[in-house]
């Protein structure tokens, strides 16, 4: 099953800065997911992305603002671009293990916009 | 899109005591999942259950998949247990979640 290293853990950031979040699977993956988690607040998909095409983004999320890249298939990036304090969350990027194991999530990153 | 809905949304136990987390959601779906969040934020996958029931441990949870809702049973709780419950339904190649069910256990 798929294991996901995500980096950096955790980030202090001045606005207007941007800031790219790392995701390493340590096998091959169609579809890598994208959430962020506000504070108090569940879990939002971002976007999804396939390797070798562009990112598919949800309702209220514009690649100006969160470009991705998914150069292979084991690999993707997240930058959050132009912030600001509103930007403050978790970032996590996900997975689907296959075989009846179910998304499985990177660490976190833990971003704080100042 | 689908709504999932988790209740309660907070929970405070004694040590000890057993809880039952309840999840909806208001469509098919072809995957459910419950996480435990925990204070650092990171997302531990606690059962794949889209129907049936499976136990680890002091957990177990039900799927009924036909009335559209999940249950997650936490008997003889303990402090480590404390955070958040996260149920989430796959639907369309995506994962939804619920708004969560933040659980405290005192000592």
């Known amino acids: 099953s798929a294991v996901i290293s995500q980096k950096p853990s955790r980030d202090i950031c001045q606005r207007g800065t941007s800031l790219t979040i790392q995701c390493q699977v340590d096998s091959q993956v169609t579809m890598m997911f994208w959430y962020r988690q506000q504070p108090g607040q569940s879990l939002t998909l971002i976007a999804t992305?396939?390797?070798?095409?562009?990112?598919?983004?949800e309702s209220g999320f514009v690649i100006d603002k969160f470009p991705i890249s998914r150069p292979n298939l084991t690999f993707s990036t997240l930058t959050v671009s132009n912030m600001s304090p509103e930007d403050s969350s978790i970032y996590l990027c996900?997975?689907?293990?296959?075989?009846?194991?179910?998304?499985?999530f990177g660490s976190g990153t833990r971003l704080t916009v100042v | 899109g689908i709504q999932v809905e988790q209740s309660p949304p907070d929970l405070i136990l004694q040590e000890g005591a057993n809880s039952t987390l309840r999840c909806n959601f208001s469509?098919?779906?072809?995957?459910l999942q419950w996480f435990h969040q925990n204070p650092w934020g990171q997302l531990i996958n606690l059962f794949y259950i889209p129907s049936g029931t499976k136990q680890n441990g002091r957990l177990s949870a039900t799927t009924v998949a036909t009335e559209r809702y999940s249950l997650l049973y936490i008997s003889s709780s303990q402090t480590t247990d404390s955070g958040v419950y996260f149920c989430?339904?796959?639907?369309?190649?995506?994962?939804?979640f619920g708004q969560g069910t933040e659980l405290s256990v005192k000592p």
């Open positions: 996900s997975v689907d293990r296959g075989g009846g194991l179910g998304y499985t």
């Open positions: 989430a339904v796959g639907q369309g190649g995506k994962l939804i």
């Open positions: 469509d098919s779906v072809n995957n």
């Open positions: 992305a396939n390797q070798g095409s562009e990112a598919t983004y």
